[in-house]
């Protein structure tokens, strides 16, 4: 059965990091894209950035880029998400999600993302 857990999120100051897992079990890191996405309070969810089938390709959402960086252990079958320059704006539920589906890329859409998601792990940013 394809699991996908979250961990390493917590209360951080502004302009601290974070590195967020995903460890992801049932299914191999080279069988799917997957995506790291987040829901602010009161907002819709949405994509922060992908890896395509094998890790070739990443993306990331235009907001993502410079602070944001997606990396993958295959020995521990785990994506990581490190975060710097915390803003209180990256106040969101951070979820990570697999889509077994895609053949090349990967989508930053969440809805692509059907059936595997994680439950998510917190990240407050506030002094």
């Known amino acids: 059965q394809l699991q996908l857990v979250e961990s390493g999120g917590g209360l951080v100051q502004p302009g601290g990091s974070l590195r967020l897992s995903c460890a992801v079990s049932g299914l191999s890191l080279d069988s799917a894209a997957i995506g790291w996405f987040r829901q602010a309070p009161g907002k819709e969810r949405e994509g922060v950035s992908c890896?395509?089938?094998?890790?070739?390709?990443?993306n990331y959402v235009d907001s993502a880029k410079g602070r944001f960086s997606m990396s993958r252990d295959n020995a521990k079958n785990t994506i990581y998400l490190e975060i710097s320059s915390l803003k209180p704006e990256d106040t969101a539920v951070y979820y990570c999600a697999a889509d077994p589906t895609v053949v090349s890329g990967c989508h930053l859409d969440p809805f692509y993302y059907v059936h595997y998601w994680g439950k998510g792990t917190l990240v407050t940013v506030s002094s």
């Open positions: 890896f395509s089938v094998g890790g070739k390709t990443t």
